[in-house]
């Protein structure tokens, strides 16, 4: 692991619970479900400083890309479009109008919005679609000065680029609850508000937004089924003092994930993309070693 990345993660010391408790062990992982009353509105938002911040960013970057530079401008096979950037962020090309939510073209925005500079020819494109309409023209282009200045600019803005990760999740979390069916909306914030209570928590939640969505989308659904946030919340079990709200939503998020590969049209999915996915689940775990900052 590289000193910088090592740094990185070494930010986790300072993730504090969200409402102020102290932070909970492994498996106890906050406040039971049925601690709380089915009349309370618990406070979902989510606050991180810059230390934490970088820290989602080394997680969710080593998740999606290994650490490698490399990976920050890549074209996936089997799909219609590239993936950028640390939390590998997806950008259609003209004509391909997919079931996945785009959300390069938020992050140009994002971007654009706190005035960093970018490529010219980037920040010029209008509309904002991916240059290569297929992947056969990506790989014939990986040597060209566009793809060059793309990766260079995508490695120098991982900060921003996190930051944009953790307001997403933030933004997410009302779309949620209030997309749950109503009589599951008080549970689903419950389940929300425990994750939200420690470290551990708050990076799944991040993590599992950026990395399949809050699936509130209509289009994302195989047979019907979805597999973003939401419906991991809802297949959760019960939350208990020997059952950690982490350990429910890891074990339920391999369930969707699962369902999901199952559903799908493309075995590459099962075949290939699944024993990934469940790898990455496992990462959803509280902080083990914590060292303080030289």
């Known amino acids: 692991m590289s000193k910088n990345v090592w740094i990185l993660m070494v930010g986790v010391l300072f993730l504090t619970a969200c409402d102020g408790s102290d932070n909970q062990s492994v498996e106890t992982g906050g406040v039971q479900e049925e601690a709380v009353g089915e009349t309370d509105e618990p406070d979902l938002s989510i606050t991180l400083g810059p230390g934490q911040m970088e820290w989602v960013g080394a997680q969710i ?9 490399e990976c920050l401008v890549h074209w996936n096979e ?15 090309p003209k004509g391909v109008e997919g079931r996945f939510v785009e959300s390069f073209p938020a992050l140009i925005q994002y971007m654009t919005q706190r005035q960093i500079a970018m490529p010219e020819w980037l920040r010029k494109l209008d509309p904002m679609d991916a240059p290569w309409p297929d992947r056969e023209a990506f790989l ?3 040597d060209s000065v566009e793809i060059a200045e793309l990766q260079t600019f ?19 979390l009302e779309k949620v609850v209030s997309a749950a069916p109503e009589p599951e909306q008080a549970l689903v914030r419950k389940r929300l508000k425990a994750l939200a209570a420690t470290p551990g928590g708050i990076y799944a939640l991040m993590d599992y937004v950026n990395f399949k969505g809050e699936g509130i989308s209509a289009m994302e659904r195989y047979n019907g089924q979805g597999w973003g946030l939401l419906q991991v919340l809802l297949e ?10 982490l350990k429910n939503f ?10 999901r590969a199952e559903n799908a049209e493309n075995p590459i999915e099962k075949e290939r993309w699944l024993s990934g996915w469940l790898k990455r689940l496992e990462t959803y775990r509280e902080p083990t070693q914590m060292e303080s900052p030289t």
């Open 61 to 69: 970057f080593r998740n999606e890309c290994a650490g490698k530079l």
């Open 78 to 92: 089997g799909e219609d479009f590239p993936s950028l950037g640390i939390g590998h962020f997806i950008w259609y």
């Open 140 to 142: 014939a282009a990986e």
């Open 154 to 172: 995508l490695a120098g803005s991982q900060g921003l680029q996190a930051e944009f990760i953790v307001r997403r999740a933030k933004e997410s």
């Open 236 to 245: 959760m079990e019960p939350q208990t003092a020997e059952r950690s709200a």
């Open 250 to 259: 890891r074990e339920a998020a391999a369930r969707v994930l699962t369902r």
